[in-house]
């Protein structure tokens, strides 16, 4: 595969299908945050993909926020994108064509990953309820989902949160989600931790 640049929106799954590549691949898989890496991280993993012989060849390097990487912690990624001892997959919330060197966009794959879409949204709360091992176990009914949806704004991440506060709000004894108890309970938490604490 080549190596690639994910761009979207936060809560869309950039981590996890770089996750599900590595693992189908069944490839090394080595993770890097640019918020708090830096150039001798990226010749870290580098040199230990190099030090783990022929069968880690191809490894794959997920580098979480690659937009906030200097050119000079971009350029220490070339040789070995070049040469194949990695396989680059970086996320990013920012346009590629501003924030990521010209030298590593022109060996990567642009993705554009878009907010989820209603269905996906829904799916993901009726799986949640259903396989989650704590949540499987508490007699959840969803009457409306719109409030959830709306105040998640496409994000996966941000939906389970959500759904995670209002459950753990809601008396044992009626876990129903109604659109105006999402509500109710989203507005009281807001209050509750305000900018005082």
């Not at 176990?137 to 998640?152: D, M």
């Not at 996966?156 to 995670?164: M, V």
Request: proline content about 3%.
């Amino acid at each position: 595969i080549p190596s690639m640049i994910f761009w979207g929106p936060p809560g869309v799954g950039k981590t996890t299908l770089a996750l599900i590549i590595s693992q189908l691949l069944k490839r090394p898989f080595y993770q890097l945050s640019a918020i708090n890496a830096g150039v001798k991280d990226v010749r870290e993993v580098i040199d230990s993909v190099r030090g783990s012989g022929m069968f880690s060849q191809g490894a794959i390097l997920f580098i979480d926020e690659i937009h906030r990487f200097s050119k000079s912690q971009q350029d220490s990624l070339l040789g070995a994108v070049e040469r194949g001892t990695i396989t680059l997959i970086g996320a990013t919330t920012e346009n590629p064509s501003f924030e990521v060197i010209s030298a590593l966009l022109s060996r990567s794959q642009v993705y554009v990953l878009k907010h989820l879409e209603k269905d996906d949204l829904i799916s993901l709360v009726d799986t949640s309820i259903q396989k989650d091992e704590e949540l499987k176990h508490l007699n959840i009914q969803v009457k409306e989902y719109e409030s959830l949806l709306r105040l998640s704004g496409g994000d996966a991440r941000k939906l389970l949160n959500i759904l995670e506060l209002v459950v753990s709000s809601l008396p044992s004894d009626d876990r129903t989600i109604t659109n105006d108890r999402v509500s109710d309970i989203i507005q009281n938490n807001l209050v509750n931790y305000d900018k005082n604490g």
